[in-house]
């Protein structure tokens, strides 16, 4: 296990939130829900029929029929009024669970969720941006990766961010400027003490190559130049270029950024997508997310592919979420 997770269970014990599974039919859900509870991680809610579903220390309770289901479906019939949803129809959306799970965190009764094992990255989204919406001065929700390598001269002792690998199909320059300074805030919050340095992906460096992804990265580049003129960040940059030093001195000698990149800014969802899979697997990293910025109280997607102890992670990640949003 990572120096990064043995420290987010520590602050997640340090301070107990409540997070709310809504997958219970999942056997990864149950089997994750045992270790949070034994590990003392969080105070868990599981969504499902509580005859199928044995986790000592943990509340299980069916949208179907719990006693809350009239008050958030009254609260939701309020918060969509203006899309014209009715009170009936808000009763039957609460059968959904994950919507049911949202509106619990919308009422106070958890302090997070974290969904999408068997459920797509739209199917967490909607909910939490209907229901929760975004953070105040926001413009952009988007998704992260915390990656654990085993390669301790990249990144932050092996520990590097990569965005957005789960959410934004083909950014435009503002928006991944818009990535880039959300990142550095997460990465500022989950690893204090290690600097953010944000590297600004492409095929190309500084400029080496023509084509509309170098142009696009290098407009985003300066428009979070002038957004976040205090950030270190810098780009165009070709992956070796951004990591690894004797590249960085022969293709990027000037910058501070290269060779020396603690978070990796993707130029569209292609690219992340295919490159955290590809050190995952292949490198035998630690992959824990998409962790979602940008929205109002902690939600988080899984991926579909994800292990019951990449489960355990994300609710780690999401009670300490809970913990700064307090």
């Not at 986790?55 to 969509?80: D, M, Q, S």
Request: glycine share 8%; net charge negative.
């Amino acid at each position: 296990m990572s120096d990064f997770l043995d420290r987010m269970k520590a602050a997640a014990k340090a301070d107990k939130k409540t997070i709310v599974l809504p997958e219970g039919e999942d056997p990864r859900t149950i089997e994750a829900a045992k270790k949070i509870v034994e590990e003392g991680l969080a105070n868990l809610i599981i969504l499902g029929d509580p005859a199928e579903i044995d986790v000592p220390g943990a509340t299980v309770i069916n949208p179907r029929t719990a006693e809350r289901k009239e008050a958030y479906a009254a609260k939701f019939a309020e918060l969509r009024a203006k899309k014209g949803v009715t009170l009936p129809e808000a009763r039957e959306q609460m059968n959904d669970a994950t919507y049911f799970g949202t509106m619990m965190v919308k009422m106070g009764d958890a302090d997070g969720l974290v969904s999408g094992a068997c459920h797509s990255t739209a199917n967490t989204l909607r909910p939490a941006l209907q229901i929760l919406k975004t953070a105040p001065g926001t413009k952009l929700v988007s998704a992260f990766f915390i990656m654990c390598t085993k390669t301790p001269e990249y990144g932050e002792n092996g520990t590097l961010l990569f965005a957005d690998c789960g959410l934004n199909i083909n950014p435009t320059a503002d928006e991944l400027s818009e990535i880039a300074i959300a990142s550095a805030d997460s990465w500022r919050a989950f690893m204090p003490g290690a600097d953010p340095k944000v590297a600004m992906l492409s095929f190309s460096t500084m400029g080496s190559a023509k084509g509309d992804v170098p142009a696009k990265v290098q407009e985003a580049v300066q428009l979070a130049n002038e957004k976040a003129p205090e950030l270190a960040l810098d780009g165009d940059l070709q992956l070796d270029a951004a990591l690894v030093k004797s590249v960085a001195e022969l293709k990027a000698p000037h910058s501070s950024v290269a060779g020396n990149a603690n978070i990796l800014v993707f130029p569209d969802l292609e690219s992340g997508n295919i490159g955290y899979k590809l050190v995952q697997r292949f490198a035998g990293a630690e992959a824990y997310g998409p962790v979602l910025q940008g929205i109002a109280k902690p939600v988080n997607d899984l991926s579909r592919g994800c292990s019951a102890d990449d489960i355990v992670g994300v609710v780690a990640i999401t009670a300490v979420q809970a913990q700064m949003a307090e």
